[in-house]
């Protein structure tokens, strides 16, 4: 019995949570799929999972072992994906992003593989709240670090850095004056990023740790581009990544506070589930839409 395909298995076992709806998954018998449990568990001599007659669960060691088979398939899949170079991506491809970046970058990068690919279906999801790829059924993810949950159940790589910077409009700096360094920013309204109706803290390199600012609010909401929109119409300070703030920068919309202060830096991340079954072509996807995005946001001067 092949070792290769037991991982296989097993991951799908633990992914959908009972023996029978791995079988239908994978076209096998559940009597098949428990000698491929049993066969991993004799290699590893110990339970990988803990059966009732209601529900099922991982050990410790099966828990240990479901990480690194996820990692070993995958190195497969990319193995299968290089010797498939060849041929032409095609059927769904669906991806998730942060609503900004997603709308300006994303977006962009993924039109270009529509046409260079036209026999892709690709389905591209925005919104800053990240869901759960395996359950929503996603091939890929662009997410703004650091990275939540189990790491363990993801593949990914940093594929662009956003600088966040500070800016305001010239009238709004007519008004009430500049800044001269980050604690006076505590007398300044400003226009904040929020979540759930909480606006986030603005941080900022300093040494070897990180200035945490957390200014009056004027004006927040979920979505950059709205908060972009208030900085320029004069209602206070923002902090947003500066590819978004650039165009406006230089049209003169906005002017840059603080320009000598280090700005902070976010990873931007393409993101997979850790899954044998994933396609060599969509791999293949994936490596040109890195390359895209890359190239979008290197042609903006601002990575």
């Not at 497969?76 to 059927?91: D, F, N, Q, T, Y």
């Not at 970058?105 to 529509?114: E, G, K, S, Y």
């Not at 910077?165 to 300044?188: E, F, K, M, V």
């Not at 044998?276 to 890195?290: K, M, T």
Request: proline residues 8%; aromatic residues 6%.
């Amino acid at each position: 019995m092949s070792r290769l395909k037991s991982l296989t298995v097993f991951v799908r076992v633990a992914e959908l949570g009972s023996f029978a709806a791995a079988a239908r998954d994978l076209e096998l018998s559940p009597a098949m799929v428990g000698n491929h449990i049993r066969a991993l568990e004799e290699w590893f001599s110990t339970p990988l999972l803990l059966r009732t007659t209601r529900q099922q669960s991982l050990t410790d060691a099966g828990q240990e072992v479901l990480a690194k088979a996820r990692h070993v398939l995958a190195g497969m899949a990319a193995l299968e994906s290089l010797a498939e170079r060849g041929e032409e991506p095609s059927g769904p491809l669906r991806l998730s992003a942060p609503i900004g970046i997603g709308r300006h970058v994303v977006a962009p990068a993924l039109r270009n593989l529509a046409r260079t690919y036209p026999k892709l279906k690709i389905e591209l999801r925005l919104s800053d709240l990240p869901e759960d790829m395996v359950k929503s059924g996603l091939d890929l993810a662009i997410r703004n670090g650091p990275l939540p949950g189990d790491e363990a159940s993801l593949i990914a790589r940093v594929i662009a850095r956003q600088t966040l910077i500070l800016a305001a409009s010239p009238s709004y700096l007519t008004a009430y004056g500049s800044p001269r360094n980050l604690g006076d920013l505590l007398q300044h309204k400003t226009v904040r990023y929020s979540r759930y109706g909480r606006p986030r803290p603005w941080l900022f390199p300093s040494g070897e740790s990180v200035e945490q600012i957390d200014p009056p609010t004027a004006f927040m909401s979920d979505d950059i581009e709205t908060l972009c929109d208030a900085a320029r119409e004069g209602l206070g300070i923002t902090w947003l990544p500066s590819w978004l703030l650039a165009p406006h920068i230089a049209a003169g919309t906005l002017a840059m506070v603080l320009p000598e202060q280090e700005p902070w830096v976010v990873d931007t991340f393409l993101i997979r589930p850790a899954s044998p079954h994933f396609s060599a072509q969509v791999l293949l996807a994936a490596d040109v839409l890195a390359e895209g995005i890359f190239q979008i946001l290197n042609s903006w001067g601002v990575i």
